[in-house]
């Protein structure tokens, strides 16, 4: 089959996207010539020349551009066009607005005579008419529909709508777990056999990290002691406030208290953070490091007596399987799909209860032989799934659909 490939070379400041997104494709990329079908990589325009550079491309693989985006639509007009799509309503177009129109991802389809398309993203493409794989990382907008980052501003309507039409049309449906499965079957009645479980690969990046001095790399960054870690952007549903309150109950009575090591970009719920560290009186053991470099992030996973975790959202996560590859033991909420992404390998534990992320702390603290038991789980965990086993797995997908493509031109 002709093979489309939706990437658009997502922002490192996009966090577990962006290293989930550049595994998967340099792994495809790797792999590519074990398939016998040819695949059509589909970007930006910006992008066509960076990725037609690409060092050993395989010859099976092509670069296919789409056309400049138009100038973004006044205010209103975007309204209307929304409003439109979600109450189905079809009418006249707006006065100096064209009539219906090929997208910019359905015209680059057309031209190629794409067969089949895979998208490694939310919300890459809007050509619904040539079959296609998509992922769902998450439907939290259903579960947990309060949480401003998914209902605010109209994106829990955004969000029904993209997964209504786009999760309901796909071909095959990739989510990371059976509670994955679980909830796509529930929420928007997709038949079991179009879900497709391939859990999220283990970040390559920890399996050979640079050879630094860590030690100067902590020191850089304000850490003087022992330390607890937390990798997340700055979303209300990160749950970074019940890790603050565990925090203070964590050094109550500590002659060497723990520092509070957090990395992520703010969406809007930082100043929230720095005010209740402040109203907690620990402002002064919580580092808000913002961005940091791989270098440094990896330093942390390293250096640090734990990971917590108490993040609401699942039912996976990418931090936790990073944590296990460098040798960080793992706490984390006990929300639906952990225990199954991440086994026997973590201390489970109810984020919203700070005594009970103190007390998982302490557990470590007080015996180092479950420390230790713990990383040792945790490198195993680590090396059960790769980039590369979900790779192949797409292409054995591909043959399996490329039998019922056959069937019309």
Not at 281 to 286: D, S
């Amino acid at each position: 089959m002709k093979v489309g490939f939706f990437f658009n070379d997502p922002s490192p400041h996009s966090g577990g996207v962006f290293t989930y997104q550049q595994d998967i494709f340099r792994s495809f990329l790797e792999l590519a010539a074990e398939s016998h079908h040819q695949f059509h990589v589909i970007c930006e325009h910006d992008k066509q020349e960076a990725f037609s550079a690409l060092p050993g491309r395989p010859s099976n693989v092509h670069i296919s551009a789409m056309t400049a985006p138009e100038p973004p639509l006044p205010t209103r007009r975007r309204v209307v066009r929304f409003l439109r799509r979600v109450l189905g309503i079809r009418s006249k177009p707006l006065p100096n607005e064209k009539g219906p129109q090929i997208s910019r991802a359905a015209a680059v389809l057309v031209d190629k005579e794409i067969e089949f398309t895979w998208s490694i993203g939310h919300y890459e493409h809007d050509a619904f008419d040539v079959p296609y794989i998509t992922t769902v990382f998450d439907l939290q907008h259903r579960l947990q529909p309060f949480f401003p980052e998914v209902s605010q501003g109209g994106l829990w309507d955004i969000r029904e709508e993209f997964f209504s039409r786009y999760v309901r049309r796909a071909a095959y449906v990739i989510t990371g777990t059976e509670e994955g499965r679980r909830e796509i079957e529930n929420f928007y009645r997709v038949p079991a056999k179009r879900i497709r479980v391939l859990p999220l690969p283990t970040p390559s990046f920890c399996f050979n990290p640079p050879e630094t001095d860590n030690a100067s790399r902590l020191r850089a960054l304000g850490i003087t002691g022992r330390y607890l870690y937390y990798p997340a952007q700055f979303w209300a549903h990160k749950n970074h406030a019940n890790l603050l309150h565990a925090l203070r109950l964590i050094n109550e009575g500590e002659s060497e208290p723990f520092q509070l090591a957090l990395v992520g970009s703010d969406h809007g719920n930082l100043d929230h953070l720095r005010s209740l560290a402040r109203s907690l009186g620990i402002e002064q053991q919580v580092l808000f490091l913002g961005f940091v470099a791989q270098e440094d992030l990896t330093a942390l996973y390293q250096g640090a007596f734990a990971l917590t975790y108490p993040s609401l959202f699942g039912p996976d996560n990418l931090p936790p399987l990073e944590a296990f590859a460098l040798g960080c033991p793992v706490i984390i909420s006990n929300y639906d799909g952990a225990r199954e992404q991440l086994e026997d390998a973590a201390l489970y534990v109810d984020t919203l209860a700070p005594e009970s992320i103190a007390a998982a702390v302490r557990q470590l603290l007080q015996n180092p032989d479950l420390r230790r038991e713990m990383i040792e789980k945790g490198h195993i965990r680590a090396r059960k799934w790769t980039a590369s086993d979900y790779v192949r797995q797409i292409f054995s997908i591909l043959d399996e659909f490329e039998m019922v493509r056959r069937c019309w031109r």
